[in-house]
């Protein structure tokens, strides 16, 4: 028997199903933390040395477009999707913890 003819059946769409939530997960969470980014006041970026606002709401932006293109859009563009995952992850694992400690975890609207 060839071996190029050996197939699993359902292969092809688990991996399909599990790359479509890969995409939903990051588009999910660089919307969240677009959403974080744009209530933090601008003051704290700065104070905390993590670059300014207006870089993270950029990055955080195109880092939710690619999301919601990918997600939506039909196109399956792998290597921006996990760029724009590393952004996103970078800002809720590194930036927002620092920005919790500046403004002691209040936003422009009350504790979060």
Excluded: C, H
């Excluded at 606002?53 to 859009?73: E, M, P």
């Excluded at 196109?75 to 400690?101: C, E, K, Q």
């Amino acid at each position: 028997m060839d071996a190029a003819l050996v197939t699993i059946p359902g292969v092809t769409s688990v991996a399909n199903i599990l790359f479509w939530l890969i995409f939903v997960a990051v588009f999910v969470v660089s919307l969240y933390a677009l959403v974080d980014a744009a209530k933090r006041p601008a003051e704290a970026f700065v104070a905390t040395d993590k670059q300014t606002k207006q870089l993270w709401l950029i990055l955080l932006g195109v880092a939710t477009l690619v999301g919601f293109i990918t997600v939506f859009g039909g196109s399956r563009i792998l290597f921006l999707t996990i760029a724009a995952g590393i952004v996103a992850g970078i800002y809720l694992l590194d930036v927002r913890p620092a920005l919790n400690a500046i403004t002691g975890g209040r936003g422009p609207y009350g504790p979060r």
